[in-house]
């Protein structure tokens, strides 16, 4: 199975909202409400933002959501922070019981 | 806290075979399902497989599957993977990761990660 499609790469300045999508198809992503959403820096272990596609976790920041239409999933972050950049991944449950990942967006904030 | 740990990992020849281990810590260790991820040098995340709370069900990755298997000892809550005829694209970073739910399937995501063990496949 292919990875689902996310944009390389997305930037955006302090203050401002960036939107990265995670596209699949309707056997993942639009089959499903178990896309998760993870933001890894440099060097680091992937950290949960978003779980069954718009849940966030405990102590994730407010200005991280996530929704999905159709095939397509999206990650959001408003008032854009220099701490933001880093990569990030969607990931969602396939109808062959398996998990598939994006193939990772590097945020820039410029 | 909740903890995870991984070891075991290290260089290997192709063909070869290792044995990782995670050493999981500050939850109810039976009541979650487990999994291990891995990241190529460089490269994104690729899930591997995933066990249910029990042991009861597992699944693998079809890149894996036949030569890796994932088991898990909840009386000493550790989780591991015995990986068998092993590739140079099996080299990456593993990862050990706590699921949020008991089962092994349907929804799945990982909200508590360990920082990784080194594979190295190459002669």
């Known amino acids: 199975q292919s990875a689902l499609t996310q944009p390389a790469s997305v930037s955006g300045s302090p203050g401002q909202s960036i939107t990265i999508s995670c596209t699949g198809t309707?056997?993942?992503?639009?089959?499903?409400?178990?896309v998760s959403w993870y933001q890894q820096h440099p060097g680091k272990a992937p950290k949960l933002m978003i779980y069954?596609?718009?849940i966030r976790p405990s102590g994730v920041s407010n200005r991280f959501s996530g929704s999905k239409s159709g095939n397509t999933a999206s990650l959001t972050i408003s008032g854009l922070q220099a701490e933001d950049e880093a990569d990030y991944y969607c990931s969602s449950y396939t109808s062959s019981s398996t998990l598939l990942f994006g193939g990772g967006t590097k945020l820039t904030v410029l | 806290e909740v903890q995870l740990l991984e070891s075991g990992g290290g260089l290997v020849q192709p063909g070869g075979s290792l044995r990782l281990s995670c050493a999981a810590s500050?939850?109810?260790?039976?009541?979650?399902?487990m999994s291990w991820v891995r990241q190529a040098p460089g490269k994104g995340l690729e899930w591997v497989s995933t066990i249910s709370g029990s042991g009861g069900s597992i699944y693998y990755a079809d890149s894996v599957k036949g030569r890796f298997t994932i088991s898990r000892d909840n009386s000493k809550n550790t989780l591991y993977l015995q990986m068998n005829s092993l590739r140079a694209e099996d080299t990456a970073v593993y990862y050990c990761?706590?699921?949020?739910?008991?089962?092994?399937?349907?929804?799945?995501?990982?909200?508590?990660w360990g920082q990784g063990t080194l594979v190295t496949v190459s002669s």
């Open positions: 069954d596609v718009s």
């Open positions: 500050g939850f109810t260790f039976s009541n979650y399902a």
């Open positions: 990761a706590k699921s949020g739910s008991y089962y092994g399937s349907g929804d799945i995501y990982f909200d508590y």
């Open positions: 309707s056997s993942d992503v639009g089959g499903y409400n178990y």
